[in-house]
């Protein structure tokens, strides 16, 4: 997969990203839509082909932009999950 798309997600895009199409640092699958606000995007993590590391903050979060934290969310995103959200902004 060509990853040229990658390059348009920088930090405060808003991403929504479908059920099934990501999961938590602990490799969870989850159920549940999840709407993020980009931090980084970065490379696929070492032992999971096809997925792609998310880090970023939910777009509800109280703390954002005073956050003391640079991201409260690290996700696992699949990488077709990941396009598709970015293509659809």
Known sequence: MRDGWKTGL??????SLPAGGWATHAE?????????VVVEVGDEP??????????????DCRLD??????????LLVRAEALR???TQR
């Open 10 to 15: 920088t930090a405060g895009t808003r991403l």
């Open 28 to 36: 969870q699958l989850c159920d549940t839509d999840a709407n993020v």
């Open 46 to 59: 070492a032992g999971l082909p096809g997925w792609v590391r998310l880090r970023g903050h939910a777009v």
């Open 65 to 74: 932009p005073t956050c003391p934290h640079p991201w409260c969310l690290e």
């Open 84 to 86: 598709d959200a970015a």
